[in-house]
């Protein structure tokens, strides 16, 4: 079985920092993509960050230049730097991953981790 375990979630004032982490484990032949996205209350669940072909990242508007995604292929990890945060950045994170298990089918799956809360609030 393939499992997201996300981490680094919180309460943070407005204008500081937060650093998400998803890691993947279990029977991994291979990870095609790892995303990050978000729901806040009331919201559809929209993508915040993602790595595509190579090192090239895509943000969603709001979050340019204020969040950046990164990825430690050795580790199955994908990680999020929340910078300059802002009261509408209070949502859900989720992290997403198009993954080939090891044991089967072999073609790529969708897995969702379980979210980690992130609160702006002063």
């Known amino acids: 079985q393939v499992q997201l375990v996300e981490s680094g979630g919180g309460l943070v004032q407005p204008g500081g920092s937060l650093r998400l982490s998803c890691a993947a484990s279990?029977?991994?032949?291979?990870?095609?993509?790892m995303d990050w996205y978000r729901q806040a209350p009331g919201k559809e669940r929209e993508l915040v960050a993602a790595i595509i072909s190579g090192d090239s990242t895509i943000y969603v508007d709001s979050v340019k230049d204020r969040f950046t995604v990164s990825r430690d292929n050795a580790k199955n990890t994908v990680y999020l730097q929340m910078n300059r945060l802002k009261p509408e950045d209070t949502a859900v994170y989720f992290c997403?991953?198009?993954?080939?298990?090891?044991?089967?089918?072999?073609?790529?799956?969708?897995?969702w981790g379980q979210g980690t809360q992130v609160i702006v609030s002063s």
């Open positions: 279990g029977s991994i032949s291979s990870i095609n993509a």
């Open positions: 997403y991953a198009e993954i080939v298990p090891s044991s089967g089918p072999y073609y790529p799956r969708q897995y």
